[in-house]
C-alpha cells in the first residue's frame, strides 16, 4: 500500500513559480512510475509530467514542456514538480499518482493517488 500527500499549492499570478511536493509513504518499489495529473471542474484529468523511479527519466505533457521540471527523490520518497512561467490555464486542482504501468500518459495505469492540491494562476 502506498500513501500519496501533495502539497506546495497556492495562489500566484501569471509568470510567477510554484513548487508541488508529492510525499510518498509506503512501499515504493523500483518499478514505480510517480506522476502528476491535474484536472478542472468539469473536465477530464490531464496528464502534466511523470518520472520513473528508479531511473529519474522524465516525460511531459507538451503543453507543460520547458515550464515544468518533474525530480525525485529517493531518499525522502518524494518527488517534486517545478513549476514557472504559469499561465491561467494552468489553474487546477493537481493530483500526485503511482503506479507499475507502462503507459505513464494513462490515468488507468495509476493504483495510487493523491487528494490534490489547488493551484491557482490569476492574470
Known amino acids: 500500500q502506498v500513501q500519496l500527500v501533495e502539497s506546495g499549492g497556492g495562489l500566484v499570478q501569471a509568470g510567477g513559480s510554484l513548487r508541488l511536493s508529492c510525499a510518498a509513504s509506503g512501499r515504493i518499489f523500483s518499478t514505480y512510475t510517480i506522476a502528476w495529473f491535474r484536472q478542472a471542474p468539469g473536465k477530464e484529468r490531464e496528464f502534466v509530467a511523470a518520472?520513473?523511479?528508479?531511473?529519474?527519466?522524465?516525460y511531459y505533457a507538451d503543453s507543460v514542456k520547458g515550464r515544468f521540471t518533474i525530480s525525485r527523490d529517493n531518499a525522502k520518497n518524494t518527488v517534486y514538480l517545478q513549476m514557472s512561467s504559469l499561465k491561467p490555464e494552468d489553474t487546477d486542482v493537481y493530483y500526485c499518482a503511482a503506479g507499475r504501468g507502462i503507459n505513464v500518459l494513462s490515468q488507468l495505469e495509476y493504483e495510487y493517488w493523491g487528494r490534490g492540491t489547488q493551484v491557482t494562476v490569476s492574470s
Open positions: 518520472v520513473r523511479w528508479s531511473s529519474g527519466w522524465p
